[in-house]
T-cell receptor, first 113, second 115 residues
Framework: SQTIHQWPATLVQPVGSPLSLECTVE??????LYWYRQAAGRGLQLLFY??????ISSEVPQNLSASRPQDRQFILSSKKLLLSDSGFYLC????????????FGPGTRLTVL | AQSVAQPEDQVNVAEGNPLTVKCTYS??????LFWYVQYPNRGLQFLLK??????LVKGSYGFEAEFNKSQTSFHLKKPSALVSDSALYFC?????????????FGSGTRLQVQP
């Protein structure tokens, strides 16, 4: 069966510091991968999605970036965090079939102080 | 562009009563529609989806949803609510006929089931 991991689970970082959140998927090959941010426990904002190694689509221009160095690894980064980057970051994967049900990881709670 | 509206921020229902969480969508072409549930500080869990076929879709934990093309709606329902159903529910849509695989989510509806 497939599983998706995210770490760390929680993170507290000062403004201006760098960020690296990691997401890995097991039990599948060539998944589509997604990064979402959820602010204030409500709506999800799609940040990035990837259909293959090195292929990243950005949905919202901001100081975050994403990379996919391996087939089942998706990394969310920032060089300098802003207060507004605080939130709950969710990674998701979907199979390459057309139905595209997305399966979510446990999330990372980021607090920028 | 595709969009999802969940008109109710919160739905309150007594345990044992039927529940409905509303969702309407806007998409070019035929839609894929999904419902997810989120418990506090957790990721989203997939409940059910509509792709094609029967308009009534059955999913996990006794939930079902009815696709209504004329009203562009996909309301989530359960005949008898449980206290453990209390959570945040998200509707999502993706256009079938485009290459864009990302889902668009609604703003979420908080379901509170009172004992």
């Amino acid at each position: 069966s497939q599983t998706i991991h995210q770490w760390p689970a929680t993170l507290v970082q000062p403004v201006g510091s760098p960020l690296s959140l990691e997401c890995t998927v097991e039990g599948t090959s060539n998944p589509n991968l997604y990064w979402y941010r959820q602010a204030a426990g409500r709506g999800l904002q799609l940040l990035f999605y990837s259909v293959g190694i090195g292929q990243i689509s950005s949905e919202v221009p901001q100081n975050l970036s994403a990379s996919r160095p391996q087939d089942r690894q998706f990394i969310l980064s920032s060089k300098k965090l802003l207060l507004s980057d605080s939130g709950f970051y969710l990674c998701a994967w979907s199979p390459i079939t057309s139905t595209d049900t997305q399966y979510f990881g446990p999330g990372t709670r980021l607090t920028v102080l | 562009a595709q969009s999802v509206a969940q008109p109710e921020d919160q739905v309150n229902v007594a345990e044992g009563n039927p529940l409905t969480v509303k969702c309407t969508y806007s998409v070019s072409g035929n839609p894929y529609l999904f419902w997810y549930v989120q418990y506090p500080n957790r990721g989203l869990q997939f409940l059910l989806k509509y792709i094609t076929g029967d308009n009534l879709v059955k999913g996990s934990y006794g939930f079902e949803a009815e696709f209504n093309k004329s009203q562009t709606s996909f309301h989530l329902k359960k005949p008898s609510a449980l206290v453990s159903d209390s959570a945040l529910y998200f509707c999502a849509v993706r256009a079938l006929d485009t290459g864009r695989r990302a889902l668009t989510f609604g703003s979420g509806t908080r379901l509170q089931v009172q004992p």
